[in-house]
């Protein structure tokens, strides 16, 4: 009772929208929106890059987008922690020692060990599994065109469960060493647990956002037993946890004797993992159960993200048909000018309507658009652009702000078009670019997407280098020769060929109304139609 109706709140006189209601404060105007953004992008123009709303039962949170405030809250680990519920929900999906779980110096170490496995050398070796997984994908988008799944009279298709079932097979083959074999529809049993637990993820409701408020609150052995109900969301989380645990053992152990025993081990995130951990100095390995528990992490950390942003990525490509023109016409002078015809990493990385494309998408679209975290202790706040209190006075910096949700960057580092998908701001001069490179906050073209600081996004490479390469494909070629080196003239041919054969474009509105697609949040930002439900579709079309 003191906590929540005496005790003054720090943040009081931070300015923010008023309270839609005790029980939930503003949560769900800002979590459950039916189009994501709908109030909080209108509160950021209203009171800028950092405020204040109401969280349940009148308690105070703040949202930050200010890019300085941004930045100094994720690299302050010991400071700002992740909320409770957070660290409950990983313990009953992975468990303690999950790197989204631990903090503070056992954080640095199994950071150290796996940022080794993610090095862009790993990274490198990719493509090859990567394209051979775009080619899967290709043959089930033209059975499905033969075969005459269509949603509506428009001809679309809904080609969003196909780029799932794509991330999890390039996730599971690129960094757990895994073959999960979705795209062939012979889905493994750790796949379709991973599934129940996506689908887990995606719902939320008032409900939801009651038992985190009330999370907190409850002591540990009450809640340790809460957890062990027989209900069936608790069932799908530890029969989940049971079977990802025994095959993330498996595939340490193998990985393991392979490096033990000097053999070529394939190219695989996990298999650099082992490796890497093996020549650590001693003190600073990792175990055989902190190892294991890092595959599941990867697991879900990087599928979801990745099956949206690729999603987003289509639909983007599909509203626009110029653009789909553009990044066409680069790839065939790539094809064109590339000597030994083997079209490259580097020279995809030099496509400069593809990057500016990529970028666009995973800006206007972040796979994970907010997360939390709690200050453990009094903690001060810098902010790039002053904030007006309510009793009028100026302040460059909040103090002592208990709970801060990191979500999207706005006008002062885009510019009054941020909200509009538009990559040419990628490749034409823009004023904006000096407060761009400022903010200086994320791992990639000063993104937030992959968050920064200590706890920056770990797959942020294996997920552009995948984007990158399924997006290119998808685009362009249907069918792409199995060998991993291609002649010029049969990529040439190949592309020409198809570049005038297919294309994307978006259901009609007039005519498709219930296939509209719109911004929704769960977890993840998701692409949902009319009844809710996640989709995409989309006319794939002979030209
Ligand atoms: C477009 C795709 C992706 C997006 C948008 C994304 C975004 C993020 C964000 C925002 C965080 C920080 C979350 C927080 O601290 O609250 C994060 C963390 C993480 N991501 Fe990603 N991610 C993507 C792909 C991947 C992939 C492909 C992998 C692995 C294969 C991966 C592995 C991880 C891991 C392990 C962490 C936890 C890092 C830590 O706590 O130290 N992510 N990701």
Not at 101 to 108: A, C, L
């Amino acid at each position: 009772i003191h906590r929540f109706f005496l005790k003054r709140s720090p943040l009081a006189h931070i300015p923010g929208p008023p309270s839609s209601s005790f029980i939930y404060g503003n949560l769900t105007q800002l979590l459950l929106p039916h189009t994501y953004g709908t109030f909080e992008f209108s509160w950021q123009t209203t009171f800028g890059g950092l405020y204040r709303i109401k969280g349940p039962f009148s308690s105070d949170r703040l949202v930050i987008s200010d890019p300085a405030a941004l930045k100094a809250v994720m690299s302050d680990t010991q400071t700002w922690r992740r909320s409770d519920q957070q660290q409950y929900s990983v313990d009953m999906l992975i468990g303690k020692k999950a790197v989204f779980y631990i903090e503070g110096e056992e954080h640095k170490r199994v950071r150290n060990v796996m940022n080794a496995a993610f090095a862009p050398v790993v990274i490198r070796g990719l493509p090859p599994v990567f394209k051979g997984i775009a080619e899967k994908i290709a043959n089930r988008w033209e059975d499905m065109l033969v075969s005459g799944v269509k949603l509506d009279a428009s001809g679309a298709m809904d080609i969003y469960p196909s780029l799932h079932d794509a991330t999890l097979d390039a996730v599971g083959e690129g960094a757990m060493g895994y073959e999960f074999h979705s795209l062939e529809n012979s889905d493994s049993e750790l796949g379709a647990s991973h599934r129940n637990i996506i689908a887990l993820s995606g719902v939320r409701s008032p409900f939801h956002i009651l038992v985190d408020a009330i999370v907190p609150y409850i002591s540990p052995t009450l809640l340790s037993l809460a957890l062990k109900l027989p209900t069936p969301a608790f069932k799908v989380l530890q029969k989940n946890k049971e079977l990802s645990k025994a095959v993330s053992s498996e595939l340490i152990a193998s990985q393991q004797e392979i490096v033990r025993i000097g053999a070529e081990g394939r190219r695989d995130v996990t298999y650099a993992l082992v490796k890497a951990n093996a020549s650590s100095k001693s003190g600073h390995q990792m175990s055989d159960e902190e190892m294991a528990q890092q595959i599941p992490s990867l697991m879900i950390a990087g599928q979801d993200t990745t099956g949206n942003t690729l999603s987003w990525a289509i639909y983007r490509l599909a509203s626009s048909p110029e653009l789909q023109e553009k990044i066409r016409a680069e790839v065939l002078e790539a094809c064109e000018s590339s000597p030994g015809g083997d079209i490259s990493l580097n020279t995809i990385e030099g496509m400069v309507w593809l990057n500016a494309f990529l970028k666009e998408t995973l800006r206007l679209h972040p796979g994970l658009p907010m997360s939390d975290r709690i200050a453990s202790t009094d903690a001060v706040i810098p902010v790039s652009q002053p904030i007006i209190t309510s009793t009028g006075e100026k302040i460059t910096e909040a103090s002592r702000l208990p709970y801060p949700f990191p979500p999207t960057q706005l006008a002062y580092v885009w510019g009054p078009d941020a909200h509009e998908f538009k990559p040419e701001r990628w490749i034409e001069p823009s004023k904006w670019a000096g407060n761009r490179s400022a903010s200086n906050f994320g791992p990639y073209a000063n993104l937030s997407t992959f968050f920064g600081g200590a706890r920056v996004c770990i797959g942020w490479r294996f997920a552009y280098v995948l984007s990158l390469i399924a997006i290119l494909l998808f685009s362009f070629a249907w069918r792409w020769p199995t060998p991993s080196t291609y002649s010029v003239t049969e990529l040439q041919i190949l592309f020409t060929e198809l570049v005038r054969r297919f294309k994307f474009a978006l259901p009609p509105p007039e005519t498709s109304p219930e296939l509209q697609v719109r911004m929704s949040v769960a977890v993840n930002m998701i692409p949902v139609i009319k009844s809710g439900k996640p989709s995409l579709p989309v006319i794939v079309e002979a030209i």
